[in-house]
């Protein structure tokens, strides 16, 4: 089972950017990976997927502010959020799509 550990969360002002890390323990080059979030007292939602040749799939609520991209050669997938709201701050999960493995989150909270 793949081992994953996101990083980058923070706290940042309404209007910020954040980088979110995602480095898994072995290649998941041939991985469909995603990332979900889960706001406090809510269900976990998918937030995106990237496939292993580096296309990707937003959810609707996304509206161009996510991008979801991949480094294969660092076992590592990145989610680039832009223009971040109060809306966002939930905690970010890692994926491995599909399977049971799961990071432990890295939380994102949008506050001025």
């Known amino acids: 089972q793949v081992q994953l550990v996101e990083s980058g969360g923070g706290l940042v002002q309404p209007g910020g950017s954040l980088r979110l890390s995602c480095t898994a323990s072995k290649s998941i080059s041939t991985y469909v990976m995603a990332w979900y979030r889960q706001a406090p007292g809510k269900q976990r939602d998918l937030v995106g997927v990237?496939?292993?040749?580096?296309?990707?799939n937003y959810a609707a609520f996304v509206k161009g502010r996510f991008t979801i991209s991949r480094d294969n050669a660092k076992n590592s997938v990145y989610l680039q959020i832009y223009s971040l709201e109060p809306e966002d701050t939930a905690v970010y999960y890692c994926h491995v799509y599909g399977s049971s493995s799961w990071g432990q989150g890295t939380q994102v909270t949008v506050s001025s």
């Open positions: 990237i496939s292993s040749g580096g296309i990707t």
